[in-house]
């Protein structure tokens, strides 16, 4: 099934917004302190992938659905 035009508008709205957000979260996470970034090798994605998931963790809730039906709706997407 494709998704309707109106909902892959909105799909790409949120997604273009939170992209500055994580971006902002993987650079204040690499400069924490809380990883020896340094014994990384830069040309893998090691440290990459996990800035990026841990950002993505942080914002996982960003555009939770406040009203419990809709959270079980969320519920049920993460086994498909």
Same mark, same amino acid.
């Given at each position: ?6 909902? +892959? #508008?909105?799909?790409? *709205?949120?997604?273009?917004?939170? /992209?500055? /957000?994580? #971006? $902002? $979260?993987? #650079? ?8 020896? /970034? ?5 040309? *893998? ?6 800035? /990026? $998931?841990?950002?993505?963790? +942080?914002?996982? !809730?960003?555009?939770?659905?406040? !009203? *419990?039906?809709?959270? +079980? *709706?969320?519920?049920?997407? #993460?086994?498909?």
């Amino acid at each position: 099934m494709n998704m309707n035009r109106a909902h +892959q #508008k909105k799909v790409a *709205e949120l997604i273009n917004n939170l /992209v500055p /957000v994580l #971006k $902002t $979260t993987c #650079k204040r996470l690499y400069a924490s302190g809380a990883l020896d /970034v340094d014994s990384y090798n830069p040309k *893998e994605s090691v440290l990459a992938k996990i800035l /990026v $998931t841990a950002a993505m963790k +942080q914002h996982s !809730d960003d555009y939770s659905p406040l !009203d *419990e039906a809709h959270k +079980q *709706e969320l519920r049920n997407l #993460k086994y498909f």
